[in-house]
């Protein structure tokens, strides 16, 4: 994604925004602000992108939730061994309490406060869970201002990467250490090669293949490279109807792509 400090301080402003607004919802309104929360996230690639890059949340939620909901105030949700498993399994949490509309200051709420209230419970349900993932999302986000510097003007081509963001100013490129035996300057080869293809697409088109590119060469240096988003980025070049070149550029990529994936 492309973003310039201006940007990211929107970004840092509106996400404090939606989380004071949750922080403080009703206990009757909760479940609807939470949903807003998360469309926020949802609709952010730089916090959707972490979010994303911690990996998929291997808990059975439906069982997880109703255990918690059942057991009359014993149980509240773990988080997680380590940060990475904090913020999937919280963030998993959350968007399933929204997805299947859960009234959350009754059942669930119950053993995050000892009060009788309801408002109490969702202060509780918030200090005690929601606030992991957000103090997260807030380090992060700052990191990534620190790692940017000063100058509001300058465009950053911002990846993540292993929970860290990969930063670049605009048209430059990050070459990634390799532990998996990737051929980078092949790989590098490959990228430049559909790069120069595009040069006759459409202004649209080419943000695209930017973007696809930008995941490629981030993801296939990885030491756990998200066969998921390699994929999607491969169908997102095929997809593009360019000059012949620029086809064939992407048939090559395309395949050395496939031979790291599998």
């Not at 404090?16 to 009703?26: M, P, T, V």
């Not at 609807?32 to 808990?59: A, E, H, M």
């Not at 053993?111 to 200090?127: L, P, R």
């Not at 973007?211 to 095929?238: F, H, Y």
């Amino acid at each position: 994604m492309r973003l310039n400090r201006n940007e990211l301080k929107k970004i840092q402003y509106d996400f404090n925004s939606f989380s004071n607004r949750l922080l403080q919802a009703d206990f009757q309104d909760y479940t609807d602000v939470l949903g807003k929360f998360l469309d926020f996230i949802n609709s952010t690639p730089i916090i959707l992108d972490y979010i994303s890059d911690c990996g998929q949340c291997d808990w059975n939620l439906e069982e997880e939730v109703k255990e918690v909901q059942s057991s009359y105030g014993r149980m509240i949700f773990s988080t997680g061994d380590n940060e990475e498993e904090e913020i999937r399994n919280v963030y998993a949490v959350l968007q399933y309490i929204v997805d299947k509309s859960i009234v959350v200051y009754y059942g669930i709420g119950m053993g995050y406060s000892s009060s009788n209230k309801f408002q109490d419970k969702i202060k509780g349900f918030n200090e005690r869970f929601v606030m992991v993932l957000i103090r997260h999302i807030e380090r992060y986000l700052t990191k990534v201002g620190i790692d940017m510097g000063l100058d509001d003007k300058i465009t950053y081509n911002v990846t993540v990467q292993s929970g860290q963001a990969i930063i670049a100013m605009d048209h430059s490129t990050v070459t990634a250490t390799n532990s998996v035996g990737v051929d980078t300057d092949t790989l590098s080869k490959l990228i430049a090669d559909v790069r120069a293809a595009s040069s006759g697409l459409t202004s649209e088109e080419q943000e695209n293949v930017a973007d696809s590119l930008e995941v490629i060469e981030a993801e296939a240096s990885a030491e756990k490279p998200k066969k998921g988003m390699l994929r999607t980025a491969i169908a997102t070049l095929k997809s593009i109807k360019g000059i012949k070149e620029f086809g064939e550029a992407v048939v090559e990529l395309s395949e050395f792509v496939n031979s790291l994936i599998g």
